[in-house]
């Protein structure tokens, strides 16, 4: 599977933004999906992840309560709703796929496919 990741731009902080990752190729509905983000000089860290449909969400501490995932298998894509955002949270972020979670679905190891990235900037 191909992923392209789009909807990131400069935001002050409070605002909210939503991210989008398209997905190509088949059997989309098997692959679960996750968000994750790097910020400059840091590692790259888990952010959300839904399983094979929106009813199984998880999500990083940092992000609770102020981001959403959702998934449309109809449409193969998977979102970021980013509300409340913060200067912390500034980074690229990356929409991530795999059939089979091997090291947990924090792990940014368990997911074979990636698209490039797309950068989020929050001002204070």
């Given amino acids: 599977v191909q ?5 990131g731009g400069l935001v002050q902080a409070g605002e909210s933004l939503r991210l989008s990752c398209a997905a190509s190729g088949r059997a989309f509905s098997r692959y ?3 968000w994750f ?4 000089g840091k590692e790259r860290e888990f952010v ?4 094979l ?3 199984n969400l998880y999500y990083a501490d940092s992000v609770k309560g102020r981001f959403t995932i959702s998934r449309d298998n109809a449409k193969t894509s998977v979102y970021l709703h980013m509300s409340s955002l913060e ?5 690229t972020y990356y929409c991530a796929a795999t059939v089979l979670i ?3 679905i924090y792990t940014s190891s368990s997911y074979d496919y990636w698209g490039q990235g797309t950068l989020v900037t929050v001002s204070s």
């Fill in 102 to 104: 091997r090291n947990g």
């Fill in 37 to 40: 983000r790097q910020a400059p």
């Fill in 87 to 91: 200067p912390e949270d500034t980074a």
């Fill in 3 to 7: 992923l392209q990741a789009s909807g």
């Fill in 53 to 55: 449909s929106s009813d």
């Fill in 32 to 34: 679960i999906m996750a």
């Fill in 48 to 51: 959300a992840a839904t399983l």
